[in-house]
């Protein structure tokens, strides 16, 4: 019998892959770092970053509400209000409102009420960004209707909210532009250099006048609430706040009644007047034409137009034309006569023969009457304001002397007046020719700056300062508007010059109007005044037409008031154009002091 035969039942082994030595190695590695990389994160973010999450988290939380300070206020001597600040209501909206929902429905509800497109709301918030922290501004100046509106659908509206705001606002408007200036919100590159002085996207800052000198004391501190607020950014308590600082008020030198009078006297003409005590250098009014409307920067959303005319007009009209340069005419002769009798070469009895015209190194230079005025003296040569008189005193003494004299008078350099934008006027030598035309000073040069033409240029202000020298016995004063902490800045410099020198020039000033080209001037409404004219040769494209110049100070034996008036392209002469202005603005300040009195100034200025 055959053996029963199994089958080779051989067992195939499985291998294992999973599980051996080096495998359960590398996952128990892997798994550890991955758990040591989240421990680390973990710890990084609760130790190292759990202060600034902890702070953002309380960003969320906590908001903080701004309240602008209330801006100083600016007075005349006689305490009028110049600048203040009124409330208007204004829509402010909560930074993250147009990206939610309900911003479908409650933008286009927002620019129906307040006559805003939609798109410029939205452009707004953009502009200040998601994360900041207070409430945007979207209109000022609501009116009741507006105010109405909102109330009435607050409910659909309950990210937009209504406050009072501080505005700058000025009663008297464009009749003190110059000086006051203005304030608007800060441009890009202001607030690159001022946030370090803690100013902030859409805060205001003085532009100009006194509103940019003395912002630091106008300006006050910045307040606010810490509230904290739900999900939505609404607040639901105030949980601190401090109140804002209002800035100090300022009280300035200026009249506001002797200011308007200034500003009716320029009557239409592009020009300026500067009214001066010249025994301090106290402004009392400073008037440039043409003027502007500085509320107009305070508005929410300006007029594109009249905002144009402003900024980039062909008048421009914000250059201040009292601190800017123009040639002074024959105002300038007060230089040249001081310059001759203290130079040594004249005396006090000089006469010279006056001529229809001189020509000197083959140039021709006429007599402006194209007459002569026979042999005369300094005082008839002011008084009727000769050419050909100084040009003979120009050739004798030399354009060095003169260049001298008018550098002693202040001229060729800023008078510190406060107030930003002062041209410094030019005082031209042989060395700025040689610079600027590569070529040589001549006796025709010294001519010129004789009578105050040429290349010389000066300003209403400068002139100012010149007559003050007489007015005040020989003192050059600086001009200001303020004085801080009520100090009294009679700042002045003696200009070194002979009695007689002195006594020849003030008795020409008063000849000036009792015989000379100043006549309307003599008046019994006014008290004895001492002045001078200018004509100054100018053109306007290829039309000639000459700038005015009237200086004057009264009373003349006692002066208390200096005023010039300049009028630009004017046309017609000093004595016609702008002496008008002067005896206008004398009589209002005359009246001022002496109010309701029926005898002629002229008399009761003798008695006093």
Same mark, same amino acid.
């Given at each position: @019998?055959?053996?029963?035969?199994?089958? %080779?039942?051989?067992?195939?082994?499985?291998?294992?892959?999973? !599980?051996?030595?080096?495998?359960?190695?590398?996952?128990?590695?892997?798994?550890?770092?991955?758990?040591?990389?989240?421990?680390?994160?973990?710890?990084?973010?609760?130790?190292?970053?759990?202060?600034?999450?902890?702070?953002?988290?309380?960003?969320?939380?906590?908001?903080?509400?701004?309240?602008?300070?209330?801006?100083?206020?600016?007075?005349?001597? %006689?305490?009028?209000?110049?600048?203040?600040?009124?409330?208007?209501?204004?829509?402010?909206?909560?930074?993250?409102?147009?990206?939610?929902?309900?911003?479908?429905?409650?933008?286009?509800?927002?620019?129906?009420?307040?006559?805003?497109?939609?798109?410029?709301?939205?452009?707004?918030? +953009?502009?200040?960004?998601?994360?900041?922290?207070?409430?945007?501004?979207?209109?000022? *100046?609501? *009116?009741?209707?507006?105010?109405?509106?909102?109330?009435?659908?607050?409910?659909?509206?309950?990210?937009?909210?209504?406050?009072?705001?501080?505005?700058?606002?000025?009663?008297? #408007?464009?009749?003190?532009?110059?000086?006051?200036?203005?304030?608007?919100?800060?441009?890009?590159?202001?607030?690159?250099?001022?946030?370090?002085?803690?100013?902030?996207?859409?805060?205001?800052? !003085?532009? +100009?006048?006194?509103?940019?000198?003395?912002?630091?004391?106008?300006?006050?501190?910045?307040? !606010?609430?810490?509230?904290?607020?739900?999900?939505?950014?609404?607040?639901?308590?105030?949980?601190?706040?401090?109140?804002?600082?209002?800035?100090? *008020?300022?009280?300035?030198?200026?009249?506001?009644?002797?200011?308007?009078?200034?500003?009716?006297?320029?009557?239409?003409?592009?020009?300026?007047?500067?009214?001066?005590?010249?025994?301090?250098?106290?402004?009392?009014?400073?008037?440039?034409?043409?003027?502007?409307?500085? *509320?107009?920067?305070?508005?929410?959303?300006?007029?594109?137009?009249?905002?144009?005319?402003?900024?980039?007009?062909?008048?421009?009209?914000?250059?201040?034309?009292?601190?800017?340069?123009?040639?002074?005419?024959?105002?300038?002769?007060?230089?040249?006569?001081?310059?001759?009798?203290?130079?040594?070469?004249?005396?006090?009895?000089?006469?010279?023969?006056?001529?229809?015209?001189?020509?000197?190194?083959?140039?021709?230079?006429?007599?402006?009457?194209?007459?002569?005025?026979? $042999?005369?003296?300094?005082?008839?040569?002011? $008084?009727?304001?000769?050419?050909?008189?100084?040009?003979?005193?120009?050739?004798?003494? #030399?354009?060095?002397?003169?260049?001298?004299?008018?550098?002693?008078?202040?001229?060729?350099?800023?008078?510190?007046?406060?107030?930003?934008?002062?041209?410094?006027?030019?005082? =031209?030598?042989?060395?700025?020719?040689?610079?600027?035309?590569?070529?040589?000073?001549?006796?025709?040069?010294?001519?010129?700056?004789?009578?105050? +033409?040429?290349?010389?240029?000066?300003? =209403?202000?400068?002139?100012?300062? @010149?007559?003050?020298?007489?007015?005040?016995?020989?003192?050059?004063?600086?001009?200001?508007?303020?004085?801080?902490?009520?100090?009294?800045?009679?700042?002045?410099?003696?200009?070194?010059?002979?009695?007689?020198?002195?006594?020849?020039?003030?008795?020409?000033?008063?000849?000036?109007?009792?015989?000379?080209?100043?006549?309307?001037?003599?008046?019994?409404?006014?008290?004895?005044?001492?002045?001078?004219?200018?004509?100054?040769?100018?053109?306007?494209?290829?039309?000639?037409?000459?700038?005015?110049?009237?200086?004057?100070?009264?009373?003349?034996?006692?002066?208390?008031?200096?005023?010039?008036?300049?009028?630009?392209?004017?046309?017609?002469?000093?004595?016609?154009?702008?002496?008008?202005?002067?005896?206008?603005?004398?009589?209002?300040?005359?009246?001022?002091?002496? =109010?309701?009195?029926?005898?002629?100034?002229?008399?009761?200025?003798?008695?006093?």
């Amino acid at each position: @019998m055959a053996l029963l035969e199994f089958p %080779n039942l051989s067992v195939n082994k499985i291998t294992r892959t999973v !599980g051996k030595k080096p495998q359960a190695v590398f996952f128990l590695i892997f798994t550890l770092l991955i758990m040591g990389i989240i421990a680390s994160r973990l710890a990084f973010l609760q130790l190292v970053e759990g202060s600034n999450y902890r702070k953002r988290a309380e960003a969320n939380r906590v908001r903080t509400i701004l309240k602008q300070p209330e801006r100083g206020n600016i007075f005349d001597r %006689n305490g009028k209000l110049l600048a203040t600040t009124r409330y208007p209501h204004s829509a402010y909206v909560w930074p993250m409102a147009h990206t939610r929902p309900t911003w479908s429905k409650v933008g286009p509800l927002l620019s129906q009420i307040l006559k805003i497109p939609q798109k410029e709301i939205e452009e707004v918030l +953009q502009e200040k960004g998601y994360n900041v922290e207070t409430l945007v501004r979207i209109a000022r *100046n609501l *009116n009741l209707e507006q105010i109405t509106a909102l109330k009435e659908y607050e409910n659909e509206l309950q990210d937009v909210e209504i406050h009072a705001e501080a505005v700058r606002y000025y009663p008297h #408007g464009k009749y003190i532009a110059h000086v006051i200036g203005y304030t608007r919100e800060l441009t890009a590159e202001q607030l690159a250099k001022k946030k370090k002085d803690g100013y902030r996207l859409g805060d205001v800052i !003085g532009q +100009q006048g006194i509103e940019k000198t003395y912002e630091k004391i106008l300006r006050g501190e910045w307040g !606010g609430q810490q509230v904290e607020v739900d999900h939505r950014g609404r607040p639901i308590r105030v949980l601190g706040e401090k109140q804002a600082k209002s800035g100090r *008020n300022i009280k300035l030198t200026l009249n506001l009644d002797i200011q308007r009078s200034a500003d009716k006297a320029l009557n239409g003409y592009n020009g300026a007047v500067v009214v001066m005590n010249p025994n301090n250098g106290a402004i009392l009014a400073l008037v440039s034409h043409p003027t502007f409307e500085p *509320n107009i920067f305070s508005e929410q959303r300006p007029s594109p137009k009249a905002l144009q005319n402003i900024l980039s007009g062909k008048s421009h009209p914000l250059v201040n034309r009292a601190l800017s340069s123009f040639p002074p005419a024959s105002t300038f002769k007060i230089v040249t006569t001081v310059a001759a009798l203290e130079s040594g070469k004249f005396s006090p009895k000089t006469i010279l023969q006056t001529y229809p015209s001189l020509t000197i190194d083959g140039t021709n230079f006429r007599e402006w009457n194209r007459m002569g005025f026979g $042999a005369i003296g300094f005082s008839k040569a002011i $008084a009727m304001s000769s050419d050909t008189f100084f040009y003979q005193i120009a050739q004798i003494i #030399g354009g060095q002397t003169l260049i001298d004299w008018a550098q002693k008078f202040g001229f060729g350099k800023p008078t510190g007046i406060d107030l930003s934008g002062e041209s410094k006027g030019l005082v =031209p030598d042989k060395y700025w020719k040689r610079r600027k035309w590569k070529m040589s000073w001549t006796v025709g040069d010294s001519i010129n700056i004789s009578i105050g +033409q040429g290349a010389l240029l000066t300003t =209403p202000l400068q002139v100012a300062v @010149m007559f003050s020298v007489p007015a005040n016995g020989g003192n050059i004063v600086q001009p200001h508007l303020i004085d801080i902490n009520n100090k009294v800045t009679n700042h002045y410099q003696e200009i070194k010059m002979k009695r007689t020198t002195l006594k020849i020039l003030q008795d020409s000033l008063r000849m000036v109007i009792t015989e000379g080209t100043g006549k309307g001037l003599n008046r019994p409404t006014v008290p004895p005044i001492a002045g001078k004219s200018g004509t100054a040769e100018a053109w306007k494209g290829k039309v000639k037409q000459n700038h005015a110049w009237f200086g004057a100070y009264a009373p003349a034996d006692k002066p208390e008031i200096v005023v010039v008036a300049f009028a630009e392209h004017a046309g017609g002469s000093g004595s016609n154009v702008a002496g008008p202005m002067i005896l206008q603005i004398m009589e209002e300040y005359f009246r001022q002091k002496l =109010p309701g009195k029926d005898k002629s100034l002229l008399e009761i200025s003798d008695n006093s």
